[in-house]
C-alpha cells in the first residue's frame, strides 16, 4: 500500500482502502481518506452509497441506438420525439454527451463511438461502435447529417477520416466542429457558450 504500509487496524478497512484506490486518480492516501470519512457516516448513508454503485453494474445500460448510457433500451435523448433524429452528433464518451447538452445549442441526437482509434493503445475500429453508425444511417430514411465532434489530435483525426469514409454516401453531409473552438476531447473543460457556438458554426468536414 505504498507510503501506508501494512499498519491496518481492520482487514475490512483494508479491502475498502484497495477498492476505492482501484479509481483512477486515486491513490492510497486519498482511498484512506474517504474511507474514514465514510465510517463517519450513519450507515443508512454507506448503504445507499454502496446501493447506488451496485446499481451502476446491474441496473445501466448502453441505448441500442447511440451507445448512451441508459435505464433501459433506449436513452431518453432518443426516446425524445422533438429531437432532430436526422441530425446526428458523433462522439468519443458519454462526458462529451453531457457538455453538449449542456450548452443547450443541440436539438438531435448523438451516436457514442466509446472511444477513438489509437494504434499505440490497441484500440482499432473494430473496438469502436463505428459498424453500429454505419447500419444506423443504412437504415435511415431521408437526408441525414452527422457531425464529427472528434478532438484534432492525432488520432482524433484519423478516427473523423475513418469514419468520413465508412459513411460516405450515407450522409447528406458530413460536418466538424468549428476550429479553434471547444470540441473532442476538450468538451468536457470547454465552456457552454464557446461549445455551443462551435456547434452553431459547424463547418463541411474536408478531406
Not at 478532438?151 to 477520416?161: M, R
Not at 469514419?163 to 465552456?191: H, N, P, S
Amino acid at each position: 500500500m505504498g507510503a501506508i504500509g501494512d499498519n491496518y487496524p481492520s482487514a475490512v478497512l483494508r479491502e475498502a482502502v484497495d477498492a476505492i484506490s482501484s479509481l483512477p486518480g486515486v491513490g492510497s492516501r486519498s482511498a484512506l481518506r474517504l474511507a474514514l470519512h465514510l465510517l463517519k457516516q450513519p450507515k443508512e448513508n454507506i448503504h445507499h452509497f454502496a446501493e447506488a454503485v451496485n446499481a451502476l453494474a446491474d441496473d445501466v445500460h448502453y441505448c441500442r441506438e447511440c451507445n448512451m448510457i441508459a435505464d433501459g433500451e433506449l436513452c431518453g435523448i432518443c426516446a425524445d420525439g422533438s429531437r432532430d433524429h436526422h441530425l446526428i452528433c458523433v462522439v468519443e464518451s458519454v462526458r462529451d454527451v453531457m457538455s453538449i447538452e449542456a450548452t443547450g445549442q443541440y436539438k438531435g441526437v448523438y451516436h457514442v463511438l466509446g472511444g477513438i482509434i489509437s494504434p499505440i493503445d490497441g484500440v482499432a475500429p473494430s473496438d469502436l461502435s463505428i459498424a453500429a453508425l454505419v447500419e444506423r444511417l443504412q437504415r435511415m430514411e431521408g437526408p441525414v447529417e452527422v457531425i464529427l465532434a472528434l478532438s484534432g489530435d492525432v488520432e482524433g483525426e484519423t478516427t473523423s477520416f475513418y469514419i468520413y469514409r465508412q459513411i460516405e454516401g450515407l450522409a447528406a453531409k458530413v460536418t466538424t466542429l468549428a476550429r479553434g473552438l471547444g470540441f473532442g476531447d476538450d468538451l468536457e473543460y470547454a465552456d457552454a457558450i464557446t461549445l455551443g457556438r462551435s456547434i452553431v458554426n459547424r463547418q463541411l468536414f474536408k478531406v
